[in-house]
């Protein structure tokens, strides 16, 4: 398994400012994902983090608005830019070991962003 | 482009009754995994299914993968209240994860 942590846990924004979430591995991992959770919804995948390289984003999600870094194989940014009230969510990153047996991916305790 | 149903949004059952969800792809898969986040938590990996017709079992939760591999189930047996949560489905078809749109168990009172 992977132990996974998040800063900061939550945070309320104003509008039009920016956050950066951090995300911290204890152990190597092959893959890095962030994702996005409205409460009472499922899951989206914004991007995932490539090292070394920019992060390949999904369909609706853009780099100007959601830069990724991944300097090294243990640690990951999101910033949400420009933030609205509708980036309210829950970020969650995740990761996929190279110790793991399937595919599993290890969830972070996730952020809580409010947008005023 | 790629789909994935899952059903039912929420189900009400009484402590020591079966639950189940299912999902559907519209297209083949390559895997698919469970996870169950309880409330406020964060998603927990259950298990990972890839051979066509595959049966898994974890106690009292059973997993399928159908045979053409475009749809799975979780079922469990004689629900507890450690049960509650909601389950999600994750599909893998050609490196694109989907994640399905969760089943919410409740436990009536």
């Known amino acids: 398994s992977a132990v996974i942590s998040q800063k900061p846990s939550r945070d309320i924004c104003q509008r039009g400012t920016s956050l950066t979430i951090q995300c911290q591995v204890d152990s190597q991992v092959t893959m890095m994902f962030w994702y996005r959770q409205q409460p009472g919804q499922s899951l989206t995948l914004i991007a995932t983090?490539?090292?070394?390289?920019?992060?390949?984003?999904e369909s609706g999600f853009v780099i100007d608005k959601f830069p990724i870094s991944r300097p090294n194989l243990t640690f990951s940014t999101l910033t949400v830019s420009n933030m609205s009230p509708e980036d309210s969510s829950i970020y969650l990153c995740s990761v996929i070991t190279l110790a793991g047996i399937y595919n599993e991916q290890f969830f972070g305790p996730g952020t809580r962003l409010t947008v005023l | 482009g790629q789909q994935v149903m899952q059903i039912p949004q929420y189900q009400h059952v009484q402590e020591g009754e079966d639950f189940t969800t299912y999902c559907n792809s519209s297209t083949t898969l390559s895997n698919i995994q469970w996870y169950k986040q309880r409330p406020g938590g964060h998603p927990v990996f259950l298990i990972q299914l890839v051979k066509s017709g595959e049966v898994k079992k974890q106690k009292r939760l059973t997993f399928q993968f159908g045979e053409a591999k475009k749809n799975s189930s979780l079922h469990i047996t004689a629900t507890q209240t450690t049960d509650v949560g909601t389950y999600f489905c994750?599909?893998?078809?050609?490196?694109?994860?989907?994640w399905g749109a969760g089943t919410k168990l409740i436990i009536k009172p």
């Open positions: 994750c599909m893998d078809s050609n490196y694109q994860l989907i």
């Open positions: 983090a490539n090292q070394g390289s920019e992060a390949t984003y």
